[in-house]
């Protein structure tokens, strides 16, 4: 079974940076799109970025371009997910996902396997 283990989270200062990390086993890493979905408390989960299988299909939702980047190191089936400029509005639990698709989409329901999620708080 595809097992995700997210890890990098933790308490930072409004402006600082962390990166996430996302490690993938139990299945082939390439032919896959990945994804970093985050969720508040009392709110429901939104999408934060993707990335297919090729860096051309990438992209991240409006409240965190220019200060997030999605990443993934294929070799090492790793997925992350530099946060810089970070605002107490990002606070959340984030979970990183696998994708049935090739290509980057923003919808969870194309996504089959889920991390436990990685609590990341940012101070004021």
């Known amino acids: 079974q595809v097992q995700l283990v997210e890890s990098g989270g933790g308490l930072v200062q409004a402006g600082g940076s962390l990166r996430l990390s996302c490690a993938v086993s139990?299945?082939?890493?390439?032919?896959?799109?990945m994804a970093w979905f985050r969720q508040a408390p009392g709110k429901a989960r939104e999408f934060v970025a993707a990335?297919?299988?090729?860096?051309?299909?990438?992209y991240s939702d409006a409240s965190v371009k220019g200060r997030f980047t999605i990443f993934r190191d294929n070799a090492k089936n790793t997925l992350y997910l530099q946060m810089n400029s970070l605002k107490p509005e990002d606070t959340a639990v984030y979970y990183c996902?696998?994708?049935?698709?090739?290509?980057?989409?923003?919808?969870?329901?194309?996504?089959?396997?889920w991390g436990q999620g990685t609590q990341v708080t940012v101070s004021s």
């Open positions: 139990g299945s082939t890493f390439n032919n896959h799109a």
């Open positions: 996902a696998h994708s049935r698709l090739v290509i980057a989409t923003m919808n969870f329901r194309d996504y089959d396997y």
């Open positions: 990335i297919g299988w090729t860096t051309d299909s990438a």
